[in-house]
């Protein structure tokens, strides 16, 4: 399965954009990027999604270089509230199925 | 309807016991899935359900047994776990190829 890398913790200003970067250098062609974050065990929330193009909805926007080997997710203006464990994720199929491969996740800190 | 319904919120549960989780949708998604998640680690896929079908089994130790009763219900049945076994259990729907909404999970401890 594609594996992603994550730096294990960021910090951030509220207020200004937060660049999250993911590599997945061994994603395949038809495998989707997926975005979830987490907040204090709760459970993971669905942010945002891209094959090839980039992608944008009211949450983030979802940078996918041309070659599909990495990926940055921006959060355009950061919140205390967006403070969270942020997976980049590799969506498989399997046997009929879809699978979400975790990272290990960056711990997004937002300051005041 | 638009969550992902998870009971027990909180489990104990001792090595000899049997319990059940539970994991309820009224989205009419087609997918269900189990997840474990141990402390400060990313979800770890279990079981995928497709049509009310097990589609993908990851090699889970036999007792953690599955069960699709309808398109809307998924259990979860334990039994002789391990103390290794405690962790949160996260249930998971989506349309087949869609993105997945999580429940808030079952916190399970086993003693």
């Known amino acids: 399965d594609a594996k992603t890398t994550q730096p294990p913790s960021m910090d951030c200003a509220e207020g200004r954009a937060a660049n999250l970067p993911c590599n997945h250098s061994?994603?395949?062609?038809?495998?989707?990027v997926y975005w979830y974050r987490q907040i204090h065990s709760q459970g993971p929330q669905y942010i945002i999604h891209g094959l090839k193009n980039n992608e944008t909805n009211e949450m983030a926007s979802l940078i996918i270089t041309e070659d599909r080997k990495s990926s940055t997710l921006i959060l355009p203006h950061a919140t205390l509230r967006d403070t969270a464990v942020y997976y980049c994720i590799v969506r498989v199929s399997a046997q009929g199925a879809q699978k979400l491969v975790f990272g290990q996740g960056t711990r997004l800190t937002i300051n005041p | 309807d638009t969550e992902v319904t998870q009971t027990p919120k909180h489990l104990v549960m001792g090595m000899t016991n049997k319990k059940s989780l539970k994991c309820e949708q009224h989205m009419g998604h087609r997918a269900m899935y189990w997840y474990k998640q141990k402390a400060k680690k990313p979800p770890e896929l279990m079981f995928v359900?497709?049509?009310?079908?097990?589609?993908i089994n990851e090699s889970v130790p036999s007792r953690f047994s599955p069960e699709c009763p309808n398109s809307s219900l998924l259990n979860l049945h334990l039994h002789a776990l391990q103390p290794e076994d405690s962790a949160l259990y996260l249930c998971?729907?989506?349309?087949?190829?869609?993105?997945?909404?999580f429940g808030p999970g079952t916190r399970l401890t086993v003693l």
């Open positions: 061994t994603i395949s062609g038809n495998e989707y």
């Open positions: 998971a729907s989506s349309q087949v190829s869609g993105e997945q909404s």
């Open positions: 359900y497709s049509y009310e079908k097990l589609s």
